[in-house]
């Protein structure tokens, strides 16, 4: 089944029934009176929640729906019949949205949840009501009124519990289909999931929640690369976010805390408000002895921001425990879960750690001003003048040294003479 998660649609209310003029005309019945019935009703246009739909697909090919009109009213004080009203079955999370405006309408986010987007006209009186002591043969009835009409977006955000976040083949579906009972296609190429996923983890004690996959993001999905942002509506319901990042990249060349960050990024350029949603940072594919060894200096970066890494390998299942044990802690507030982050303070870590790091180098290491070739050849030609001048200073300090003892052994010669 094609997945389809935003259509424009037309929705118009059924027009009320006009009245009917009409007089009584029976044998024996001399002047009846008037006897003109009331138009009927027009159709509404309901929206109704269906938990069993998970796409919008029946929109996507009748963009124009409409309501049955109310009928006219007979003779024979004969009211008109009420139109039918156009029930429509939209899945569970659909916002219903205005299209001029996009002004929220409503929000389909319970099952079995009704709402009237266009009310149907009402029918026309017919003559009968128009008749008095003073105006016996009313000549007239009333139209009746015309249905609403709108022209309206359908957007759909998936109800899921816990988001899957990540570039593309970082292991989000093959993580999926471990914890629940979702198969998504799964391949060793980026870009293998095109539409969202939905499965349901059976976790202890009888508790479940829901888990959704979204297809991968890239640097510059805020601009249009790759797939874009055209998914991540899916993930805002979440109440967590478990961000996967592939450290097999690092064999290829790619930085891990880049590929973190980055996301974190595209995320608070989509949203502010996903931004702020609590993640729980997973280390994935370790079970590749490259990504083991990446794992040592990717988690000590992160533990520099005050940051938890989790460990996972989704392809031996190592480590899926400690994950649901963590987004149980965040959904129930039970269980040993590893701390979580968002995206924001993510990003603020960041900043703040490279600005310590640029005043501790400012610190040990003073800029020194550029020195040009003439100034390092007078530099030269001082050192080397100062080494002569030093050199030819040693014999005189030398000799000095060797004729002050002389001048003190002569002075004790003089006193003998003086004394004789």
């Given at each position: 089944?094609?997945?389809?998660d935003q259509?424009?649609?037309?929705?118009?209310?059924?027009?009320?029934?006009?009245?009917?003029v009409?007089?009584?005309?029976e044998?024996?019945?001399e002047?009846?009176?008037?006897?003109?019935g009331?138009?009927?009703?027009?159709g509404?246009?309901?929206?109704t929640a269906?938990?069993?739909?998970?796409t919008?697909l029946?929109?996507?090919?009748?963009?124009?729906l409409?309501?049955?009109?109310?009928?006219?009213?007979?003779?024979?004080?004969?009211?008109g019949?009420?139109g039918?009203?156009?029930?429509?079955?939209?899945?569970?999370?659909t916002?219903?949205?205005?299209?001029a405006?996009?002004?929220?309408?409503e929000?389909m986010?319970?099952?079995?949840q009704?709402y009237?987007?266009?009310?149907?006209?009402r029918?026309?009186?017919?003559n009968?009501n128009?008749?008095?002591?003073?105006?016996q043969?009313p000549?007239?009835?009333q139209?009746?009124?015309?249905?609403?009409?709108k022209m309206?977006?359908?957007?759909?955000?998936?109800?899921?519990?816990?988001?899957l976040?990540?570039f593309?083949?970082a292991g989000?579906?093959?993580?999926?289909?471990?914890i629940?009972?979702a198969?998504?296609?799964?391949a060793d190429?980026?870009?293998?999931?095109?539409?969202p996923?939905l499965?349901?983890?059976q976790?202890?004690?009888k508790?479940?929640?829901?888990?959704?996959?979204?297809?991968?993001?890239?640097?510059?999905a805020?601009?249009?690369?790759?797939?874009?942002?055209?998914?991540?509506r899916?993930?805002?319901?979440?109440?967590?976010?478990?961000?996967?990042?592939?450290?097999?990249?690092a064999?290829?060349?790619?930085?891990?805390?880049?590929?973190f960050?980055?996301?974190n990024?595209?995320?608070?350029?989509y949203?502010?408000?996903?931004?702020?949603?609590p993640?729980?940072?997973?280390?994935n594919?370790?079970?590749?002895?490259?990504?083991?060894?990446a794992f040592?200096t990717?988690?000590?970066k992160?533990?520099a921001?005050?940051m938890?890494?989790?460990?996972?390998s989704?392809?031996?299942?190592?480590?899926?425990?400690?994950v649901?044990?963590?987004?149980?802690?965040v959904?129930?507030?039970?269980?040993?879960?590893a701390g979580?982050v968002?995206?924001n303070?993510?990003l603020a870590?960041?900043?703040t750690?490279?600005?310590?790091?640029?005043?501790?180098?400012a610190?040990k290491k003073?800029?020194a001003?550029p020195?040009?070739?003439?100034?390092?050849?007078?530099?030269?030609?001082?050192?080397?003048?100062?080494k002569?001048?030093?050199?030819?200073k040693?014999?005189?300090?030398a000799?000095?040294?060797?004729?002050?003892?002389?001048?003190?052994?002569?002075?004790?010669?003089?006193?003998?003479?003086s004394?004789r």
């Open positions: 089944m094609k997945f389809v259509v424009r649609v037309l929705v118009k209310a059924g027009d009320g029934g006009r009245g009917a009409a007089f009584r005309r044998k024996f019945i002047k009846g009176g008037p006897s003109g009331d138009g009927g009703n027009g509404s246009v309901v929206f269906d938990p069993q739909l998970t919008l029946d929109f996507r090919f009748q963009q124009h409409r309501a049955r009109n109310g009928q006219h009213g007979m003779g024979s004080d004969c009211n019949m009420n039918e009203d156009l029930e429509l079955r939209v899945p569970v999370g916002l219903v949205l205005e299209d405006t996009q002004a929220l309408l929000d986010s319970t099952a079995g009704r009237v987007v266009a009310k149907g006209g029918g026309g009186l017919g009968i128009f008749a008095t002591s003073t105006r043969t000549r007239f009835a139209e009746g009124t015309p249905g609403g009409e309206i977006v359908l957007e759909l955000k998936l109800l899921a519990d816990v988001g976040l990540g593309p083949n989000k579906s093959t993580l999926i289909s471990r629940s009972r198969r998504p296609k799964i190429y980026p870009f293998t999931t095109l539409v996923n499965g349901v983890v976790y202890k004690d508790l479940s929640f829901v888990v959704a996959d979204i297809p991968g993001l890239i640097e510059g805020s601009e249009g690369v790759g797939l874009g942002h055209q998914f991540l899916h993930v805002e319901r979440c109440r967590v976010l478990v961000h996967l990042i592939d450290l097999s990249a064999a290829q060349g790619r930085d891990p805390v880049a590929d960050d980055a996301i990024l595209e995320l608070q350029k949203s502010p408000e996903l931004a702020s949603k993640q729980i940072v997973v280390a594919k370790l079970d590749v002895t490259e990504a083991r060894e040592v990717f988690s000590e992160l533990k921001r005050g938890t890494v989790l460990q996972l989704g392809a031996t299942g190592s480590g899926v425990d400690a649901l044990d963590a987004c149980a802690k959904l129930f507030g039970r269980g040993a879960g979580v968002t995206a303070e993510a870590s960041r900043k750690r490279n600005a310590q790091g640029a005043r501790g180098a610190k003073k800029v001003a020195v040009t070739k003439r100034a390092a050849v007078h530099t030269f030609t001082k050192k080397k003048k100062k002569a001048i030093s050199v030819k040693k014999p005189v300090a000799a000095a040294k060797k004729a002050a003892p002389a001048k003190k052994k002569k002075a004790p010669a003089k006193r003998a003479r004394q």
